[in-house]
């Protein structure tokens, strides 16, 4: 079965605080993709990264980071020096390719986190 | 225009009434899919559309109905609705590929918020 578990429902955190938001997966497939998303108060998910399962290198990205472990089935995602404008809800998916008709992506999504960022 | 939009951006509907949801993407992407979000439940997939052809039915009832004129517009037709079908619906939209194991990422709309009284 495919499923994607954010096990943090809500997390706060002061200004210039670090923070991980945790994500752990599960897929039989040998294949596959990760990705996350943020969705501010306005509502529209925003595309983070994507990950795909062969490669397992971390990822920095300005303040935020990924880690990607197969062994653990996790991909996790840090933030350093929290800032307000981060607080959003934080999706991490997982995505598999489906053959019939093309080769249109099926994103599973994971509960999502609730960051709140204090001043 | 760029990037997903949605119309309306709010809808307040009755159980007996009949309206549409319209999503336009601007990115020549050629899927299409919709999402909907409930409070305190995951995303869930709705439909997906690929060259216009509807490849995925997630179960659904048939109170929801989608069309896809064009590989920019997605419709979702409502009628009969009932409470529990309030939600915030997202259109989101991507580029497929006919082979390959080549996945990209989906662009989503600001969503419609969906009340049904």
């Known amino acids: 079965a495919q499923k994607v578990t954010q096990a943090q429902t809500e997390i706060s955190v002061v200004e210039k605080e670090d923070v991980t938001l945790d994500c752990v997966y599960e897929t039989r497939d040998t294949t596959y993709y990760l990705f996350w998303y943020k969705q501010p108060p306005s509502g529209e998910l925003v595309f983070l990264i994507r990950?795909?399962?062969?490669?397992?290198q971390n990822e920095i990205s300005g303040r935020y980071s990924w880690n990607f472990q197969k062994s653990t089935s996790s991909f996790n995602f840090t933030i350093t020096a929290s800032q307000v404008v981060d607080s959003a809800v934080y999706f991490c998916a997982l995505g598999h390719t489906t053959f019939s008709s093309g080769n249109t992506g099926k994103l599973i999504f994971g509960q999502g986190t609730t960051l709140q960022v204090k001043p | 225009e760029t990037g997903v939009t949605q119309t309306p951006r709010h809808l307040v509907m009755g159980m007996t009434n009949k309206k549409s949801l319209k999503c336009e993407q601007h990115?020549?992407?050629?899927?299409m899919y919709w999402y909907k979000q409930s409070a305190k439940k995951p995303l869930e997939l709705m439909f997906v559309y690929s060259l216009e052809e509807r490849v995925e039915n997630n179960s659904v009832p048939s109170r929801f109905s989608p069309e896809c004129p064009n590989s920019s517009h997605l419709f979702l037709h409502l009628h009969t609705l009932q409470p529990e079908d309030s939600a915030l619906y997202l259109c989101?939209?991507?580029?497929?590929?006919?082979?390959?194991?080549?996945?990209?990422?989906?662009?989503f709309g600001p969503g419609t918020r969906l009340t049904v009284l």
């Open positions: 989101a939209s991507s580029q497929s590929r006919l082979a390959g194991a080549w996945y990209n990422e989906q662009f």
């Open positions: 990950r795909n399962s062969f490669d397992e």
């Open positions: 990115l020549g992407h050629n899927a």
